[in-house]
C-alpha cells in the first residue's frame, strides 16, 4: 500500500485546509486510516482516524471540534478538513494505514509522505 498525502500550504489563522490522503491498493473495512502530525521539534501525535469499515471516528482533544474526517471508499482517498487554523497547528501532516485503532505512531504499518500546514499571519 502506497499513500499520498495533499493539501497542505499556509494559511492565516482562522482559516480552514482540506487534506487529502490517496491510498493505492486494497482497503479492507477492518482498516484504520489515521492522521498524524509532527511539529518541529516535537514527537508525532494523534490527530485523527477513521474506520475504513463503518463511520466512526477519533480526534484528538487539540482538534475535536474543529476538524472533520471523512472518507471516500470509492477512489480510496481520507480526508481531514481543518477548520479556525491556529498557529499551533503548524506541522508536517501524514496519513497511516493500521490494523486497528491506536493513538500511538507505531501502531500503524504504512506511511504517507506528509504534507506541511503553515498557519501564519
Known amino acids: 500500500v502506497q499513500l499520498q498525502a495533499s493539501g497542505g500550504g499556509l494559511v492565516q489563522p482562522g482559516g480552514s485546509l482540506r487534506l487529502s490522503c490517496a491510498a493505492s491498493?486494497?482497503?479492507?473495512?477492518?482498516?484504520?486510516m489515521a492522521w498524524f502530525r509532527q511539529a518541529p521539534g516535537k514527537e508525532r501525535e494523534f490527530v485523527a482516524a477513521i474506520r475504513w469499515g463503518s463511520e466512526r471516528t477519533y480526534y484528538a482533544d487539540s482538534v475535536k471540534g474543529r476538524s472533520t474526517i471523512s472518507k471516500n471508499n470509492a477512489v480510496n482517498t481520507v480526508y481531514l478538513q481543518m477548520n479556525t487554523l491556529k498557529p499551533e497547528d503548524t506541522a508536517v501532516y501524514s496519513c497511516a494505514r493500521g490494523n486497528s485503532l491506536a493513538y500511538r505512531s507505531d501502531e500503524y504499518t504504512y506511511w504517507g509522505q506528509g504534507t506541511l500546514v503553515t498557519v501564519s499571519s
Open positions: 491498493g486494497r482497503i479492507f473495512s477492518s482498516h484504520v
